[in-house]
C-alpha cells in the first residue's frame, strides 16, 4: 500500500478486505444514502419483501399504474438496518413500510391507502408529474 502522509491518513479508511484506500468523505452516511434515494425518486418507498403492508401499499401503487422506487431493506443485509436506522429521526417512525412522494412523506401504508380513499393520493403525485 502506498505511503500516506499523516494528514491523508486521517482522511482515508482502509478496507482490510481490497486494500483500497477510500477517502472519507466519499461514502455516504446511511442518512445521507436515505435523503439521496428519497430525492432521486417521485415516488420511493422503504420495505421489507416478507412486509404484509409493504405488499399491500406496492400494490396500491401497481395497481394505480404508478411508477415507483422501492428499497427493500431485508435484502441489503447490515446497510438495510442503518437505513432503517436513519429513517427514525426524517419520519419519526422505524416501521415499514415508509412512503414518500416528491420528497415529502407521507406515512405508511394505512396512510397511504387513506390518502388514496379520500383522493388526496392523486393530488400529491401529480404535484410530481404523475396522473392516475
Not at 405488499?55 to 438496518?81: H, S, Y
Not at 426524517?90 to 405508511?108: A, E, L, S, Y
Amino acid at each position: 500500500m502506498a505511503m500516506l502522509s499523516r494528514r491523508a491518513f486521517t482522511a482515508c479508511r482502509v478496507q482490510a478486505a481490497s486494500r483500497r484506500v477510500t477517502p472519507v468523505r466519499a461514502m455516504a452516511s446511511a442518512a445521507d444514502k436515505v435523503k439521496s434515494f428519497v430525492g432521486d425518486s417521485k415516488v420511493a418507498i422503504f420495505s421489507k419483501t416478507y412486509c404484509p403492508y409493504c405488499t399491500r401499499v406496492k400494490g396500491l401503487m401497481t395497481e394505480l399504474k404508478v411508477p415507483f422506487q422501492v428499497l427493500e431493506l431485508d435484502n441489503m443485509g447490515a446497510e438495510g438496518q442503518e437505513l432503517q436506522d436513519a429513517l427514525q429521526p426524517v419520519t419519526g417512525r422505524r416501521t415499514v413500510p415508509q412512503v414518500f412522494v416528491g420528497g415529502k412523506f407521507i406515512g405508511g401504508c394505512d396512510d397511504t391507502v387513506a390518502l388514496h380513499n379520500a383522493g388526496k393520493l392523486k393530488g400529491e403525485l401529480a404535484a410530481v408529474g404523475i396522473s392516475i
